[in-house]
């Protein structure tokens, strides 16, 4: 039994590549979901990889989500906080609904997952935190003020917890994917998202393996001179 990695949204899009990859490379992979019970049936029937439901925007879901995966697999050493949900608006048609759920999601979700997996890591002396941010939370993205708020504190939150990891053993890494062929950017309009491919270099949208390889990465042990980094997988969009 490889070590126990917990992958947040770790059942659909990026996240399901992140913990095939996981498992591939050895690790006991856990892999949380908030919501579609079926795309998780299909993926551990697909996969062999134990799924576990609970909204990472919930701090008491996430602690008893969390002792759930340590009783049933072990201790966590590998976190990858993937979970993310848009709603996309522009600022003046923005609601203050679309906002909370946003931060809650994506931003205060990281802290949620993190905070009660933290005193073990630092017990324990080894730890891999991996948040997935986004080049929007990098550049801004018009329609997102929402998500690139939450994206950016993802990479305020990875720079200032990698500096109280480091003497634990504990690195703390973001990755910033691109414009990637998941559901979420397929359902920006078809309009909008063609503009989008054209501006990157590369000419074509992410795979999802393409980010996965990263998070293998910087999960692994040749990575722990790594911490407070952020990689950025965009297809050359932006240079951060
Ligand atoms: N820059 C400047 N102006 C823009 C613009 C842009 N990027 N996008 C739209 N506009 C303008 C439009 O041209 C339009 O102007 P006019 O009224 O003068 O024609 C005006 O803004 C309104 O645009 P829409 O008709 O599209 O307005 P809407 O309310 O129907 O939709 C929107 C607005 C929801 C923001 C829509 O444009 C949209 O979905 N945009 C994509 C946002 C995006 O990139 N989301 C990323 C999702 S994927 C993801 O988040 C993963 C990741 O990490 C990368």
Redesign the pocket.
Do not use: L
């Given at each position: 039994m490889g070590r126990v990695a917990l992958v947040t949204g770790g059942t659909r899009g990026i996240g399901a590549a992140i913990s095939i990859a996981l498992k591939d490379a050895g690790y006991t992979v856990a892999a949380n979901y908030a919501g579609n019970d079926e795309a998780a049936a299909k993926f551990t029937k697909e996969t062999g990889i134990s799924t576990f439901k609970w909204s990472v925007a919930e701090y008491d879901a996430c602690a008893d989500g969390i002792a759930k995966v340590e009783s049933d697999l072990g201790p966590v050493e590998v976190l990858v906080n993937n979970a993310?949900i848009?709603r996309?608006?522009?600022f003046h048609?923005m609601s203050p609904q679309q906002w909370k759920e946003v931060i809650d999601t994506n931003l205060t979700g990281v802290f949620n997952m993190t905070h009660p997996l933290w005193p073990g890591m630092r017990e324990r002396k080894f730890g891999r935190i991996i948040n997935i941010s986004?080049?929007?939370?990098q550049k801004g993205?018009?329609?997102?003020v929402n998500?690139s708020s939450a994206?950016a504190g993802d990479l305020g939150f990875t720079k200032a917890l990698a500096q109280e990891g480091a003497r634990a053993g504990i690195t703390v890494n973001a990755v910033c994917?691109?414009?990637?062929g998941?559901d979420?950017?397929m359902?920006?309009?078809e309009k909008?998202?063609e503009?989008?491919i054209g501006q990157i270099p590369v000419g074509r949208l992410g795979a999802p393996e393409e980010i996965a390889r990263s998070v293998v990465f910087l999960a692994s042990d040749d990575a722990g001179f790594i911490t407070g980094s952020t990689i950025s997988a965009n297809g050359g969009q932006y240079f951060a």
């Open positions: 993310g848009t996309d608006a522009p048609k986004s080049i929007n939370g993205q018009f329609g997102q998500y994206k994917p691109g414009y990637i998941t979420m950017v359902a920006v309009p909008v998202r503009a989008i």
